[in-house]
Structure formats: C-alpha cells, structure tokens
C-alpha cells in the first residue's frame, strides 16, 4: 500500500478560482514534506517544502499546511492561472533516509 | 547546462534487446537517483549513488537492471533482455548534497522506454 495518499486524483477548476488538494501519509518516522509540480512532459519541480515543525509554507499563490499529528497536508492554489494546470505530487521524507515517498499526483486542469 | 538531462528522450525497442539511458545531473551535485514512472503515478525509487559510489539499489527490480556512475558525474541505467512490462518513463534526478532533508531533488525530462 502507498504510504502516500493524494486526492482527488484529478480536478478541473475555471481560471481565477482556489482549489485546494489534501495528501494523507502513514511515512514514519517523519522528516519533510514537499509538494512538487510536475508540468505535462516534464520533470517535477520543488514547490514547498516543510518539516514536522512547520504548519503553513507559501511560494506564491501556492500555500502548502501540514498537520503532523493527523499527518495530512493539503496544498491551496489560489486565483488559478491556466499555467496551473499540471500534476502536483506530495513527497515525503523519512528521518535520516534519502529515500522519498511519492504520491500518485493530482492532476489540475485550469480552463479559461 | 542549467539542468539536469537525459538521454534519449524516446527510446523504443524490440523485447529481448538490451538499452542504456543516459543522465546527465546538475554540474557539482553529489547525489543522482533514478526513478521508474509510471503513468498517472508518482516516480519510484531504483537506484542512488553518491558521487560514483552505488549506495543503494534495492528499487531496481530484478538483476536484468543495472547502473552505473564511473566518474561520478554521468550515470547510465542498463536494462538487459527487455520485456514489455520495463516500458515506462525513467527519470534521473540529482541533488547538490548528500540527500538529507533539507536536499532538494532536481528532475530531469525522463527518458520514455517503450518495449514492443
């Protein structure tokens, strides 16, 4: 079973609105959590990343929290651009452990 | 370059036929991973090297895959006898440190495998 869990698996929202997507993990011991971007064709790229001590990490119009007692995190893009649209993927560290733990993505499709 | 790359792009094979993707990472970054991704999922784990040291391989799923990074710069990910199910996107992804936390992972544009 995947250690972690994104949903919804894919979403469509009208350009200038907010959508918000939730990754669930069971990783532990828990080190990080990113949320990565991955564009269609193209490697992911870093958006936020955050440690157990942190609930809230902003990069834009991206704003990433973390709650890591009910170890969920959610991402909110607000005011959506069509350059939105791509898959987000939730990533997420052990403690002293190179290893990574990716989630499936959410697909966000931005439509004008 | 800016980036990291990889090599080819496309790569379609016959089953049976060996094949060798190429990574280029992040000019002075220490740590390369490659990932196998497949499609609609998230990349997973094969393979990790720090500098030209293979410190990890128990993602790679059977002896048919190797890597390797002899000058620990490049890397090339070998899959011998190739079967269909091995027709996936193989991403290569480098990081400037020695792959703590705080050690963001670069991508690369992944190499599509596609085994008829």
């Known amino acids: 079973k995947n250690q972690v869990e994104q949903s919804p698996q894919s979403l469509i929202i009208l350009e200038g609105k907010n959508c918000t997507l939730q990754c669930n993990y069971t990783v532990s011991p828990f080190s990080n959590l990113r949320w990565y971007k991955q564009d269609t064709g193209r490697g992911p790229v870093s958006l936020t990343i955050m440690t157990f001590s942190e609930n809230t990490k902003s990069n834009g119009r991206y704003t990433a929290t973390l709650d890591a007692d009910t170890k969920q995190s959610s991402l909110h893009i607000t005011a959506s651009q069509l350059s939105d649209s791509a898959s987000y993927i939730c990533?997420?560290?052990?403690?002293?452990?190179?290893?990574?733990?990716f989630g499936a993505g959410t697909t966000v499709t931005v439509r004008a | 370059g800016a980036g990291v790359s990889q090599s080819p792009r496309y790569k379609v094979t016959k089953r049976g036929q060996d094949v060798a993707l190429r990574c280029d990472p992040i000019?002075?970054?220490?740590?390369l991973y490659w990932y196998r991704q497949a499609l609609g999922q998230g990349p997973e784990f094969l393979t990790y090297?720090?500098?030209?040291?293979?410190?990890?391989k128990s993602g790679l799923p059977n002896d048919r895959f190797s890597a390797e990074r002899p000058e620990g710069s490049i890397s090339t990910l070998t899959i011998q006898r190739t079967e269909q199910r091995d027709s996936a996107m193989y991403r290569c992804?480098?990081?400037?440190?020695?792959?703590?936390?705080?050690?963001?992972?670069?991508f690369g544009p992944g190499t599509r495998l596609t085994v008829l």
């Open positions: 090297f720090n500098y030209e040291a293979q410190q990890d």
């Open positions: 992804a480098s990081s400037l440190a020695d792959g703590s936390w705080a050690d963001t992972q670069y």
């Open positions: 990533v997420v560290g052990k403690s002293n452990d190179y290893k990574l733990s």
């Open positions: 000019s002075g970054h220490v740590s």
